[in-house]
């Protein structure tokens, strides 16, 4: 193919455009986290997919190339900035390596194509995390990290309130709006709202910053009503654990007291079936006791020993391709989607290690920021940290979550060289 004078034309001009991209990027790192987050909310606009570029069989999107230049641009950073020292790199190292190899093992099984779909999500991930946390933390990096992650929000709102006004007028409508409750409400996903709420913290923990998210003041009197409007009810649960939690960081509750409030309101919500909110909105959430059992079935089909092609997939992870089909107890069609656990799905993935050295990575992290509660940021960390675990419990992950636990693990490790903020 090369051979072809306009082949080779093309493949010159897209080697040069992307070492050139690769030197800028190098010299602009923070580009990257920009078009990361454009990309974003382009999908959230636009729908997933939007922004690929075919090639032959393949969809290239966006991230996938942004994907690309962070992991390059990570992995120099650390071989020759010697990174390789920080605990947090080599833990995150060792899973992506174990995503590789599932990778490379689903391309031998499944094909390229199929074993790339599937792996993509990790990819994304782990790209960013990693990119982030071969950076050096600033105390003006964090606030332009945040100043555009605020951003975002805002736009994700203008979105929302765009698509709920031309709901309301009937000029839209789409059955992926539609809500439990039977209204459409459900203009952003769950991965949306749940960016919402961490703008939400975040706009907490930095307010008294000479440079803050925009409109800051009105920012909670906005973000919480569209996050409750939206019905996504796990990060409903997620809101209502973080409240708790921040309660009890900023010692406006006792660490026994806030622990029993959650589990009492957690009963509260499960057993009050007289309260209208238990028994639509709380449907087919994990606080849910229906969707919940529904969930514990379908991940234990995902456990069945028949599904590992053998005891290798048990500690490293089933092949990327894998397929998901299973049969629940009296269901009439295959279920066909992924887990929709942060933990099964990377069970299956990476298996136990990865499991493991992912679990470890959170309970460092989060053992480190409890050391520096003392700083505001810090305890602002550790509820983002505990918002994505929560929603774990009902989703997998997504690429933007990457950036955000990278920049958590960055700011524990550039802590002994800036001040406090």
């Known amino acids: 193919m090369l051979t072809d ?12 455009a992307g070492l050139f991209l690769l030197v800028y990027f190098q010299r602009q790192p923070f580009a990257l986290f920009i078009l ?28 996938d190339m942004l994907a690309f230049f962070m992991i390059v641009l990570a992995g120099a950073r650390l071989i020759f900035y010697r990174g390789w020292a920080r605990l947090t790199i080599l833990l995150v190292s060792i899973i992506f390596v174990l995503l590789l190899i599932s ?41 332009r990290f945040v100043l555009w992650l605020g951003a975002c929000g805002w736009a994700l709102i203008v979105i929302a309130l765009v698509r709920w006004i031309f709901v309301a007028l009937g000029l839209a409508s789409s059955i992926n709006w ?5 209204f459409m409400t459900r203009v952003l996903n769950a991965t949306n709202a749940l960016f919402l709420l961490q703008v939400l913290i975040l706009n907490g923990y930095t307010r008294c910053e000479s440079r803050k998210i925009f409109l800051s003041r009105f920012l909670p009197y906005i973000f919480i009503p569209a996050i409750l409007i ?25 660490g026994i007291f806030a622990v029993g409030l959650l589990i009492l309101a957690g009963l509260a919500v499960l057993i009050f079936d007289g309260f209208t909110l238990s028994a639509n909105t709380l449907a087919g959430t994990f606080l849910d006791l229906g969707s919940f059992n529904w969930r514990l079935q ?36 295959a279920i066909t989607f992924s887990a929709h656990n942060l933990y ?27 050391r520096l509660r003392r700083s505001k940021i810090s305890r602002g960390f550790i509820a983002l940290l505990a918002v994505q675990l929560v929603y774990g419990i009902a989703y997998s992950m997504s690429y933007e979550q990457g950036l955000i636990l990278g920049l958590a693990l960055l700011f524990i490790a550039g802590q002994n060289q800036v001040e406090t903020i």
């Open 5 to 16: 004078p306009t082949y080779l034309s093309l493949f010159i001009i897209a080697l040069s």
């Open 36 to 63: 990361a987050l454009f990309a974003y909310v382009s999908e959230a606009l636009l729908g997933t997919g939007a922004l690929n570029i075919g090639l032959g069989s393949f969809s290239v999107s966006m991230m």
């Open 103 to 143: 990778w490379l093992r689903g391309i031998e099984l499944f094909g390229i194509q199929r074993s790339t779909n599937a792996f993509r999500a990790y990819f994304y991930f782990f790209a960013g995390l990693l990119f982030t946390i071969s950076l050096r933390y600033s105390a003006d990096f964090f606030r």
């Open 178 to 182: 539609t809500s439990a409750s039977g």
């Open 230 to 254: 939206l019905q996504h009810r796990s990060v409903w649960g997620a809101l209502f654990f973080v409240a708790i939690l921040i309660l009890f960081l900023e010692r406006r509750i006792g």
């Open 298 to 333: 379908n991940w234990l089909l995902l456990l069945d020993p028949k599904r590992f092609l053998s005891t290798l997939d048990l500690f490293i992870g089933q092949p990327f391709g894998t397929d998901y089909v299973r049969y629940a107890a009296g269901a009439e069609y």
């Open 344 to 370: 099964l799905q990377t069970f299956l993935n990476v298996g136990g290690l990865g499991l493991a050295f992912l679990l470890v990575l959170y309970g460092y992290a989060t053992l480190k920021l409890w």
